[in-house]
């Protein structure tokens, strides 16, 4: 049995948690991803079954980001699954960033292949040696290609459903550009559009920003990227990147152009991607001990209807007034279903479509169908109200609505809480042992870096360098030879966490 898989296995369990959010964050979530329906573990470790709750997510997403991305004239394409050793290998510096981590393949059957084949990790070796040949003129550029597929990233320890697995799906552009103001405009571009899949689909607070040298995508000239934090476990995590590669790719594969006055250049590029790891950090933000608890903009029902027929109650009336009212929600383009089973109690109902984070559930009982109403209840707070079924469309479109942006602003009250600003060694060293997300002066040197990181290494792992983040804070300047605070001038920081 392989290394790690005895401990994944999970007993199928009853309705309900049997973990708290709080108490134990890690099993809370490996229970949420199961109980609602989000994966299934596959007899392979670090490898999942996406099911239709958690598929449609990642295609509500895609569908906003294909749209988004074709605005900016990037076309998709497909490049092949695997990519021979000499090819991988011939960017060291980025392979090396990756090399524990690549899968090869080694046998056809019962014979050994002559030569190795490795899966790919990432695509730019297995795109670019093509870019060499398509870009010959500066009228060939720019080249801006996206593809959406699978990567396979073999090596690691604890996985995890979402944030950590060996297969994953994922977007990944990669474009040319004849000049580096091209390309560094593209990087900002991109990197709005991450911070809109979090922010506005999500409900996600993130922070943009740089990457150090020593957090950077191997091989490239700077990373940027969009940062969550999840208060539970008191770690920052990546939320997607953005790369500018500069002209290191360029000239490995011989990327060269020729400009408008017949002078030979190399073209300037970047790559960019974000995963299906969104939805688990969706899950880790949002989620409560009934479950997940989904916003409306990804999820692929937002209205459950359920009917709640007492005894000796017009119950052909009462199933005929839900689907009617899924009809009604329908058409106004609300994502609504009826839940007509009749070997469930509606308890029964509530708690599994709880559990599936179902942003608003409608009851319709015998008091209900008499006075022309029905009951609403949110699943972000288990709010009711009763709505009259003249108003119904205009009522639930505002809930979802409210929905949406009460999740965003309970997770960024929850992330503002854990931001700690700190000028000294102590106020970091104090900060990191309350798991707050650390924002402090910057020197961006990657030998102080290191010294940080040796410093801080304990069981839980040690401080790491999230981004230098775009909107910099007021922070007092320090002077070093006497340790005091001269006048309040913008600082480079860094938002740091273990």
């Known amino acids: 049995m392989a290394d790690g898989k ?64 074709k605005k900016i004239k990037i ?12 090819v991988l290998e011939k960017e060291k510096d980025h392979i090396e960033g990756f090399a524990p981590e690549v899968a090869w393949v080694t046998k056809s059957g019962k014979s050994d292949l002559e030569v190795p084949i490795a899966i790919r990790p990432t695509s730019e070796t297995v795109m670019y040696p093509y870019f060499s040949k398509w870009i010959r003129g500066h009228r060939d550029l720019p080249l801006k290609l996206n593809q959406w ?22 977007q990944e552009g990669h474009t040319a550009f004849a000049t580096k103001q091209e390309a560094d405009e593209e990087v900002l571009q991109i990197l709005e559009l991450y911070r809109r899949i979090y922010e506005e689909f999500l409900a ?8 150090s040298e020593m957090e950077k995508f191997a091989g490239g000239l700077y990373t940027t990227s969009v940062e969550a934090f999840i208060p539970n ?27 408008e006055k017949g002078e030979k250049g190399m073209a300037w590029q970047n790559s960019w991607a974000y995963s299906t790891r969104t939805i688990g950090v969706m899950v880790m933000v ?15 029902v937002q ?15 009462i199933f005929d007034a839900c689907a009617a009212t899924v009809d009604t929600l329908c058409e106004a383009g609300i994502r609504a279903e009826a839940d007509f089973r009749e070997n469930y109690s509606p308890g029964w109902k509530y708690s599994h479509w709880e559990m599936k984070g179902v942003p608003l559930r409608i009851e319709i009982g015998p008091k209900d169908l008499a006075n022309n109403q029905v009951r609403a209840v949110r699943r972000d707070n288990a709010a009711k109200v009763d709505i009259s079924r003249d108003s119904l469309m205009e009522k639930v479109k505002d809930m979802l609505d409210g929905i949406q942006r009460r999740l965003f602003d309970a997770a960024k009250q929850k992330r503002d809480a854990c931001i700690k600003v700190v000028k000294t060694w102590d106020e970091f060293k104090e900060a990191l042992s309350q798991r707050k997300m650390i924002l402090a002066p910057w020197c961006d ?20 360098s999230l981004c230098s983040p775009f909107d910099q804070p007021e922070l007092p300047e320090v002077d070093l030879e006497t340790g005091t605070l001269e006048s309040s001038i913008p600082q480079n920081s860094v938002i740091v966490s273990e």
């Open 6 to 69: 005895k401990k994944e296995v999970k007993k199928e369990t009853g309705l309900g948690l049997t973990f708290k959010k709080e108490e134990n964050f890690g099993e809370w979530y490996s229970e949420v991803v199961v109980n609602g329906e989000m994966i299934e573990y596959y007899d392979i470790s670090g490898c999942y079954i996406l099911r239709p709750w958690s598929m449609s997510i990642w295609e509500t997403m895609q569908a906003f980001f294909d749209v988004e991305i």
């Open 75 to 86: 076309k998709n394409c497909y490049f092949p699954l695997f990519v021979s050793s000499s």
């Open 149 to 170: 597929c699978n990567v396979v990233r073999w090596e690691f320890s604890n996985p995890t459903p979402f944030i950590r697995s060996r297969e994953f799906l994922w």
């Open 204 to 211: 996600i607070p993130v922070i943009k920003g740089k990457k």
């Open 233 to 259: 476990t008191g770690r920052g995590i990546q939320g997607a990147t953005s790369h500018c590669l500069g002209q290191n790719f360029a000239k490995m594969f011989e990327i060269n152009f020729e400009n």
């Open 286 to 300: 949002h989620g409560d001990d009934k479950g997940l608890v989904l916003p409306p903009k990804v999820a692929s």
């Open 303 to 317: 209205v459950i209807v359920v009917p709640v027929p007492y005894k000796d109650a017009d119950t052909q009336g």
């Open 445 to 464: 040197e990657e030998e102080v870096e290191r010294d940080v990181k040796e410093r801080t290494r304990g069981e839980m792992g040690a401080a790491k």
